[in-house]
């Protein structure tokens, strides 16, 4: 009996958007959400979930979803539209978390290699490594201190947060702290942290006209030039260039979530 395969078909990134809603469609492809920052809120006929920084969202073939982003916390994805044999995606999920980024990770590749014009078969088997970390976080639970120490980092990214705070709000050495907090999510807690900001601060960047030395304080950061320097370093250009190059027309990106 032949393996079962999957057949990558389309990438792409929806911006921030205030007003971002999808209302309630299907299609006759497979879609994975991947969400890289804010939150929104996602409907099927079975149930209704959240989504944030984090989190996949799968949408299964042929199964109506309706999407709202979160006007105080615009809503960054990307999409992936693909075909698949059942076994490849049997029980996955209607939302699961990519809890250490390697699914974020294996997306941004295959975005980059669309981008960069790679044949689209040569990206098929970097699609199956995707759809198996899904299935084998699916069978992996939220860790719900984790998930409590998250939650607390991101409500609090305007102020100043010190590990030393952190490992004290659970009790805990800063050493078994860091190290409990490696183990269940893949970075530390100042690597996460970072991370939270900068997708924060790019957040606000393209769903708002603020100047960029208003975004850093308002996401933790010491001002402009340690934000430019974190978008240099995360992202490989200038909060300007990022403005430059970002789409403005998402409707047109909210049409290309919408295959034959």
Request: with cysteine.
């Amino acid at each position: 009996m032949p393996a079962p395969s999957c057949e990558f078909l389309s990438a792409g990134e929806v911006q921030p958007q205030r007003d971002w809603h999808m209302p309630s469609h299907s299609h006759r492809i497979h879609e994975l959400i991947v969400v890289l920052s804010g939150r929104m809120t996602l409907k099927t006929p079975e149930e209704t979930v959240q989504g944030e920084a984090g989190d996949l969202l799968f949408y299964r073939a042929g199964v109506a979803h309706e999407e709202t982003s979160d006007p105080a916390d615009p809503v960054n994805t990307v999409f992936l539209a693909f075909k698949a044999d059942a076994p490849l995606v049997a029980n996955v999920a209607l939302r699961t978390r990519d809890a250490d980024a390697r699914v974020r990770q294996m997306v941004g590749w295959l975005l980059r290699d669309q981008r960069s014009g790679v044949a689209t078969d040569h990206l098929h088997p970097l699609l199956a490594a995707v759809l198996g970390e899904v299935r084998r976080l699916g069978h992996s639970p939220r860790d719900p201190w984790l998930e409590e120490m998250r939650m607390h980092m991101e409500q609090n990214l305007a102020r100043a947060i010190y590990l030393d705070d952190l490992a004290r709000r659970v009790r805990m050495s800063k050493f078994a702290f860091v190290r409990k907090f490696k183990r269940l999510g893949g970075r530390t807690p100042m690597q996460e942290l970072q991370l939270m900001r900068v997708h924060r601060a790019r957040a606000m960047m393209l769903a708002s006209g603020l100047p960029v030395k208003a975004i850093a304080p308002a996401v933790g950061l010491n001002d402009e030039y340690q934000l430019s320097k974190l978008f240099r370093r995360h992202f490989h250009l200038s909060p300007r260039e990022l403005r430059t190059r970002a789409p403005r027309d998402r409707d047109g990106a909210g049409a290309a979530r919408r295959p034959p």
